[in-house]
């Protein structure tokens, strides 16, 4: 298994495409990290105790103004929880973050995540359809390897270079961060979780919300692999999941404001940072553990599709 997956990785990275995407990557952390230095406001930084729990106090009266004015609104939840964060911010005394620092400059180029997706997701439609459209399947098949293994090999690889590219947009986000922004004042995060608010260690919660964003990339990557097993067509798999990527998440936050069962979309759940305190869920009454079982029915549909098919079809022609 081992030689067949360093055969596919060999495959990815013998095409210039692969450093092209890397590249494109590491330019747009680079580039943004540059704009948003040379853009910076100098005097955020500059906000005096007094000044800052002013502020935080007027927020609060603005907020609550705004909730007993528009009772009922779509984003009543999220003023609630802003309302806490800021009150424990002033009977803990703890200062909101002023300016730019390497973990809010990591924090913004979660966005990015979506573009790692869109990597993965080329990689992953191209990696069993080119096979075919090169005719260098049969060349794998006639070894004696079973095409369960052929395909596993192929959809680990798929994985392995997601993962990279998570872990090269993670670091230099954090080196471009550091070198331009400094450390920052070493605040926590404060997030609404069950009711309450919680204090977070800012590197961990990082952490946290890239691996949970990881998961998007897994599952269009999927899907994208799913489709190139049983289609054979890379274009076909990358119209379809790039189309997904992008609209799918829109299309279902429309269908939730009149439809409970949007719940069951495979775009409601992707995004598990909505249970971190940082998001709220499409439909009231989704829990993690919804997400995680609806995530795992979709994840072995996939790959039933993927490798009944794959080994079923005849290839011989």
């Known amino acids: 298994m081992f030689n067949l997956i360093k055969n596919e990785w060999i495959k990815i990275f013998s095409r210039p495409g692969t450093y092209v995407m890397i590249g494109l990557l590491v330019v747009l952390v680079i580039g943004v990290g540059s704009v948003m230095k040379f853009t910076e406001n100098p005097d955020t930084s500059n906000v005096s105790e007094g000044d800052w729990k002013q502020q935080t106090q007027m927020q609060i009266e603005s907020d609550k103004q705004y909730l007993s004015e528009n009772p009922g609104g779509m984003n009543e939840q999220y003023i609630e929880q802003q309302i806490a964060i800021n009150e424990y911010r002033l009977e803990n005394d703890i200062k909101p973050e002023s300016g730019q620092s390497t973990w809010s400059f990591v924090n913004f180029n979660a966005n990015f995540v979506e573009f790692v997706g869109l990597f993965t997701i080329i990689i992953a439609a191209g990696i069993v359809a ?106 076909l798999a990358i119209g379809i999941s790039l189309f997904l990527l992008f609209m799918g998440g829109t299309a279902t936050q429309f269908i939730s404001m009149k439809y409970d069962w949007a719940k069951y979309s495979l775009f409601a759940n992707t995004d598990l940072t909505m249970y971190t305190g940082e998001l709220q869920p499409l439909v009231e009454g989704m829990t993690l553990g919804f997400s995680i079982t609806v995530l795992i029915i979709y994840f072995v549909i996939f790959h039933l599709l993927a490798f009944i098919v794959f080994k079923k079809r005849d290839v011989a022609a």
């Not at 079973?146 to 395909?151: D, E, G, V």
């Not at 947009?169 to 922004?181: D, I, M, R, T």
């Not at 400094?182 to 997030?191: C, T």
């Not at 964003?213 to 994208?224: G, V």
């Open 130 to 235: 080119s096979e075919f459209t090169w005719g260098t399947i049969k060349l794998l098949l006639i070894r004696p390897i079973s095409r369960t293994k052929i395909l596993l090999s192929k959809y680990i690889t798929v994985l392995l270079f997601g993962i990279s590219l998570l872990l090269i947009l993670f670091a230099l986000s954090s080196l471009v961060g550091a070198v331009l922004f400094g450390a920052g004042d070493g605040q926590p995060r404060l997030v609404y979780i069950d009711g309450a608010v919680e204090e977070q260690n800012m590197v961990l919660y990082q952490i946290k919300t890239y691996l949970l964003k990881s998961i998007l990339i897994t599952m269009m990557a999927t899907m994208a692999f799913m489709i190139s097993a049983v289609f054979r067509n890379s274009s």
